[in-house]
């Protein structure tokens, strides 16, 4: 390749601005007109196809430039590379509080640490939230992100989720679709282990997935997190809450709190947290952790949404290419797929404005800790 065709492959890679091409004197006809005429290994050179390697100047792909009349001279492509903004999901906690009189401390240091670390940490992360209160104990700090659910929930099998699932269409209605849904339950579960709730048929989360899988998924792919605060023994720092990977805790924390099984293990199911309900002077780092953790699943990386142009002027989708860059060095681009069917582990799909990861190409995006993803635009998606 001639050092002038570096030079311009070289501009692809790194200018930042809109798509913008430039060409000085009339284009020829000739055999083709763009490298959509040409084979995988050709440009579209002068009217004619021609191996890349041997290729002095590139061809932009556009047949507003590729006139078939007049001769064409090196022509300069000024291409996008740029970040596009990764999509960022609405979180929604469901929080269900045991408001029976044996809560005490612990009930009042679930509405302080809600109303603190877990709303500054999602303001200041810029999220969109929302909480959905099952109770009616007031948080006047959350005004504007805050709806309730004016029942009482208590400790016993007909007390613990059964007055949620009973006024379920007003709630579930206000959960948002495509947002990371989190519940939060603190209980001292001191009549009623959670195995059971007197009117349902299967545990809290199971009667969910019956009752509308689009919006919670299913058994073996929930799409919210259940985080559970019963009477378990503390974790190695305390302050450290036990992990979904973690096993079955025995033993409380305290004679007057118990520690129900049951509500461990939906927490293992729902990939959820566990922490002792006893340490509520430690509820803070909790919650910033159930915090930080919703934020991170909110940032689908995955999923991008173009960036928009500039001047005034608009992105030709027909150009639009993907970079794939890899922590470990290297990397490629990732081209367009004309269906879900024709798929592969390099390419994506483009809606609208959103460009989505083939599930193939996800899994190695997502495999990558220091993936980096660019859009580009501008030229033949083949010359990038």
């Known amino acids: 390749m001639r050092s002038s065709a570096r030079q311009l492959v070289s501009l692809l890679f790194c200018i930042a601005s809109l798509a913008a091409c430039a060409d000085d004197s009339p284009p020829v006809r000739g055999s083709c007109v763009t490298a959509a ?29 590729a006139r078939p009349d007049a001769a064409t001279p090196d022509l300069v492509c000024t291409g996008v590379e740029a970040m ?58 959350l005004a504007g992100h805050l709806t309730y659910n004016m029942i009482g929930l208590g400790s016993g099998d007909d007390a613990m989720f059964k007055p949620a699932l009973d006024t379920y269409d007003t709630w579930a209605a206000i959960v948002r679709p495509d947002a990371i849904k989190v519940f939060v339950h603190f209980t001292d579960a001191t009549s009623g282990t959670g195995a059971r709730i007197e009117g349902y048929t299967g545990t809290f989360d199971e009667v ?71 340490r509520f002077d430690l509820f803070n780092a909790v919650f910033q952790r159930i915090a930080e953790s919703a934020i991170a699943r909110a940032a689908v990386p995955c999923e991008l949404v173009l960036p928009p142009p500039t001047g005034g002027m608009t992105i030709d989708e027909s150009t639009v290419a993907v970079r794939y860059t890899s922590g470990a060095g290297g990397g490629e ?41 660019r859009v580009l635009s501008g030229c033949d998606p083949l010359l990038y």
Do not use: K
């Open 333 to 373: 681009v990732f081209l367009r797929a004309d269906s879900a069917a024709a798929c592969s582990d390099s390419g994506f799909l483009l809606v609208d404005d959103r460009v989505t990861l083939c599930p193939a190409a996800c899994a190695r995006v997502e495999a990558d800790d220091a993936a980096t993803l």
């Open 37 to 65: 005429d040409c084979g995988a290994a050709s440009v579209c050179v002068d009217g004619r196809c021609v191996a890349r390697a041997d290729a002095g100047l590139i061809d932009l792909g556009s047949a507003d430039l």
């Open 84 to 141: 596009g903004t990764t999509v960022r999901r609405p979180i929604d906690v469901i929080v269900f509080p045991d408001e029976s009189p044996s809560m005490g401390a612990a009930r009042a240091a679930v509405a302080n640490a809600m109303q603190t670390i877990f709303r500054t940490t999602m303001e200041d992360a810029g999220v969109d939230y929302h909480v959905i209160w099952q109770g009616t104990t007031a948080l006047p700090m």
């Open 208 to 278: 969910l997935f019956a009752r509308d899988a689009a919006l919670w998924g299913t058994a073996a792919a929930p799409l919210f997190s259940y985080n559970a605060f019963v009477g378990l023994t503390e974790n190695a720092p305390p302050e450290t809450p036990y992990l979904p990977m973690d096993p079955l805790v025995s033993g409380s924390c305290s004679g007057a709190f118990v520690n129900p099984a049951a509500l461990q293990q939906m927490a293992i199911r729902t990939s959820g947290l566990r922490f002792p309900l006893c």
